[in-house]
């Protein structure tokens, strides 16, 4: 015996008489902790094709076991037919025990030596921290034809501190061990189906079946952690924490590991706070850098369930029909409230809502990290209603769109229309939807009306370039009190309707003196304020009255290099906006939220033509 190998086993020795909870790696580790809700995540894989360093691939993963003083993996290929030990750190295949190794072993005590039977098909494996021993077991494989040998082999150390095949016990036809691990304080253990079996290897006893409750049907990797504490894996890819005091699995312990990426849970290693389990995966193509692969997994505390959804559509006329996307992190159960006394309990459901109103919508979610909430509001406008909008071209073409999933808005009638001739300028709708105002160039308001609605009274006292292409957008007041016509210089001039009076006067809109830069205008729906849009997509605020100026938009498009923005139009102050440029594609903007997706909008690519959009009130 070398001086090397004397110290080995010196110091195993000595930590092994110390060893209490803890578990003894190449630097001590605390043992397994007690998070409140436990979860597990994906620290990093260790490839066996090939091993880390070298061309040796695993030709399968089966049995495993930690070596704490030489912080190595000992893990078995029952289709290669050999033995490999791993660098935990590095996962460099470290050296290999061939078959041939264990068919030459003895018996403990004599005899013949091991045949191919008892080398066939390596499953099972434990270490023994306290002998310094390592056992792999042997047993029926593959659906072969027998007979079969079941057999445990011990590994010890030779004088180099290289495990070496030691010996065998020959076991009991259909012992078949696929599992094995050593408990502290008891010994070796191993196990098949929903039993396991307490091992004398000395001699060659088999204890009486413990029966393992809530672990499924068939184990495939055992770890004792500590004497009280026993991980299986099964062939349900689940890693399952299992209480020694009545063998029954811990509520709250039981991990689904397919979402990994395992395919096989074949082993499981215990080392602290950390599990490694081993893929036996053998449907992988042989060339797959995938194929069995060891899964380093933290154990933690779950993150919290967070409660997430999106309407596909939240407003529009009845009946209306939203489906709900859930976007919810970690939830496993669902519990909807559509605000109109019906639910859900499914993950993504439909409603149809039939009656008119606002309803809050609330999504309850739980799952392993607890519960949460969500909410969204669904506005339910009247049968019939008309929502979403107009494109206005320069020929003083009206073209509707759709806003949601709202039906197309009815044409309209009157305006102006100049073929060949770019003198429209903007486009602006009454406040209850029916009709509205075409401007041209001069500053000309001509009425129109939506669908059969005739068009509205003429315009008064509005301003007038007699031969100027100068006014750029038009703007009404929600409650028909005239409105506002917003010239190439960004100054607002007001107009009234009919025999009405003139609304307040507009002020804090920028002016550009000799410039051509404004574009489009637009009012609020409550008329406290709008705001002028500018030929590069910038949104300016203005005040109506004595109001306060609106809040500043955000989400914004800007015009790039020969695209120009051309007009402007806002829903209410939750709902943002649009903006829409020459070539008539409509942006969202938002103002507390982003204005909805549209649909069906007139386009001219690559052709500056159109003018202006406008929305209806019910939008």
Same mark, same amino acid.
């Given at each position: 015996?070398?001086r090397t190998?004397?110290?080995v086993l ?39 094709? &090939? ?10 993963l ?13 893990? =078995?290929?029952d289709? *290669?037919?050999?033995v ?13 025990? %061939?078959?041939?190794?264990?068919? %030459?072993? !003895? ?12 080398? $066939? ?6 270490? @023994? ?13 593959? *659906? ?49 189906? +929903?039993k396991?079996?307490?091992y004398?290897?000395a +001699? ?15 184990? !495939?990797?055992?770890?004792?952690v ?29 991990? @689904?590991?397919t ?20 893929d ?10 995938t ?8 154990l933690?505390e ?96 009206v ?22 001739? $770019?003198i429209?300028?903007?486009?602006? !709708?009454?406040g ?13 308001l ?8 005739? %068009?509205?009274?003429?315009?008064? @006292? ?12 038009? =703007? ?6 005239? #409105?506002?016509?917003? $010239? ?10 009919? /025999? ?10 920028p ?29 300016h ?11 500043? &938009? /955000? ?21 943002? #906006?649009f ?12 103002? #507390? ?27």
């Open positions: 015996m070398t190998h004397r110290r010196a110091t195993i020795a000595t930590l092994a008489m110390a060893i209490g909870t803890t578990t003894i790696g190449a630097t001590s580790a605390p043992a397994l902790t007690n998070p409140a809700i436990p979860w597990l995540r994906l620290d990093h894989t260790i490839t066996s094709q &090939p091993w880390a360093g070298g061309t040796t691939k695993a030709s399968d089966e049995g495993s076991a930690f070596l704490p003083f030489d912080d190595q993996f000992v893990i =078995a290929d289709q *290669g037919k050999r490999y030990f791993v660098d935990r750190s590095t996962g460099a295949l470290v050296r290999t025990v %061939a078959q041939s190794a264990f068919t %030459a072993a !003895l018996p403990l005590g004599g005899g013949a030596p091991a045949d191919l039977n008892r080398s $066939d098909a390596f499953r099972g494996v434990a270490y @023994d921290v306290f002998s310094d021993s390592i056992y792999v077991f042997s047993g029926n494989c593959c *659906g072969l034809v027998g007979p079969f040998e079941p057999t445990v082999f011990r590994l010890k150390r030779d004088p180099t501190s290289q495990f070496q095949v030691e010996s065998y016990q020959a076991l009991p036809e259909g012992t078949d061990a696929l599992a094995a691990s050593v408990r502290r304080g008891t010994g070796l253990y191993f196990g098949r189906g +929903t396991i079996k307490t004398d290897y +001699t060659n006893t088999i204890g009486p079946d413990i029966k393992l409750v809530g672990t499924g049907n068939a184990i !495939l990797g055992m770890d004792f500590d004497p009280s504490t026993l991980m299986v894996t099964n062939d349900a890819g689940q890693l399952i924490r299992v209480s020694t005091a009545d063998w029954t699995a811990v509520s709250g312990w039981t991990f @689904d590991l979402g990994f990426g395992i395919g096989v849970a074949q082993s499981v290693m215990a080392i602290g706070d950390q599990f490694y389990v081993s036996g995966d053998d449907t992988h193509p042989s060339n797959d850098p194929r069995h692969r060891v899964y380093a997994l933290n933690g779950a993150p919290p369930v967070s409660a997430a959804f999106t309407p596909h559509v939240t407003r529009g006329p009845a009946p209306l029909v939203v489906w709900f996307i859930d976007h919810s992190v970690r939830a496993t159960a669902y519990s909807w409230n559509f605000g109109d006394g019906t639910g859900s309990t499914l993950a993504n459901p439909a409603h149809i809502y039939t009656n008119a109103g606002t309803y809050n919508v609330t999504l309850h979610v739980t799952g392993v990290g607890g519960a949460s909430d969500a909410s969204a509001p669904i506005t339910v406008l009247p049968a019939g209603t008309a929502t979403g909008g107009y494109t206005l071209d320069g020929f003083g073409g073209h509707p769109f759709r806003v949601d999933i709202a039906s197309t808005p009815p044409a309209t009638t009157g305006g102006g229309y100049w073929p060949g001739w $770019d429209a300028r903007g486009l602006a !709708l009454t209850d939807g029916q009709g509205g105002y075409m401007l041209d160039g001069f500053g000309g001509h009425p129109i009306g939506v669908g059969s609605n005739p %068009a509205p009274a003429a315009t008064m @006292d509005g301003p007038y370039w007699l031969g100027w292409d100068a006014a750029r957008g038009v =703007a009404l007041m929600p409650n028909g009190n005239g #409105g506002y016509v917003v $010239d190439l210089f960004g100054g607002i001039h007001r107009f009234r309707i009919g /025999t009405g009076p003139l609304p307040p006067a507009a002020t804090g809109a002016y550009w003196s000799g410039q051509n830069q404004a574009r489009g205008i637009a009012v609020l729906p409550d008329g406290s304020g709008g705001y002028v849009v500018d030929r590069d997509g910038n949104l605020a203005f005040s109506i009255g004595t109001s306060g100026a609106p809040p500043s &938009p /955000t989400g914004v498009w800007n015009a790039p290099p020969g695209q120009e923005a051309q007009g402007v139009a806002v829903l209410d102050p939750s709902r943002g #906006g903006t829409v440029d020459g070539f008539g594609v409509i942006h969202r903007f938002t103002i #507390g939220g982003l204005a909805p997706p549209t649909s069906g909008n007139a386009t001219w690519t690559g052709w500056n033509i159109a003018r202006d959009l406008a929305v209806l009130p019910g939008s």
